[in-house]
């Protein structure tokens, strides 16, 4: 009750760090992630709570590590440190935390064969990661060959329905520049 009362008032987010480090350490679950929530909600763009987000990213919680990833792509911030952690993170056991790691690390413009490796595995995995998957690989400029390969043989040789009509959305989304899939779609 008084972390809700503290949260609604509002203070400035630079007198919190200390407050936002302590709650991140506590024991109950449930207050870990309503700070990390306060975290992701109030952290402006721009700011560089490095601390804060490894700390989430260090959590045995998945929904505080997921929030870590939200706070990292909300306020921008690009260390060596920090995309070494987020790259670990896509092999994550919980789905929508790897699927997270995966957006954060396209979209400070690493393309590297691991990451989308990854997402088109997750295409097989529950629906959630699936979506999320299929929302990442249809980034423009994401897609090479390789990708583009790999989805016309989930549309061409899986058996389960549901993921070839995943794979064919995600290559819908390219347009001609997919004339290879053209035919199979």
């Given amino acids: 009750a008084a972390l ?4 609604r008032r509002s203070p400035a987010p ?30 402006p763009r721009g700011s560089k709570p490095q601390r804060l987000i ?23 911030l690009r260390t060596t440190i920090l995309m070494q952690k987020v790259a670990k993170a896509q092999r994550d056991a919980d789905a929508g ?13 690493s393309n590297d064969r691991v990451s989308v490796a990854l997402l088109i595995s997750d295409l ?6 699936a979506r999320c998957a299929q929302d990442v690989l249809g980034l423009a400029g994401l897609f090479d060959a390789d990708v583009t390969r790999s989805m016309i043989r989930l549309v061409q040789d899986e058996n389960d329905p549901d993921l070839r009509s995943r794979a064919a959305k995600v290559l819908m989304r390219l347009g001609p520049t997919a004339r290879e899939a053209i035919p199979v779609l």
Avoid: F, H, Y
């Fill in 4 to 7: 809700e009362a503290l949260c």
């Fill in 14 to 43: 630079d007198n919190l760090d200390g407050l936002w480090e302590r709650g991140l350490r506590g024991q109950s679950t449930p207050v870990r992630q309503r700070v990390a929530r306060w975290i992701r909600e109030s952290v």
């Fill in 97 to 109: 935390v790897r699927c997270r790691a995966a957006e954060a690390l396209i979209e400070g413009g």
């Fill in 54 to 76: 490894l700390q989430m990213l260090r959590d045995p919680d998945p929904i505080i590590r997921r929030l870590g990833l939200e706070t990292l792509r909300r306020c921008g």
């Fill in 124 to 129: 097989k995995k529950d629906e959630d990661t």
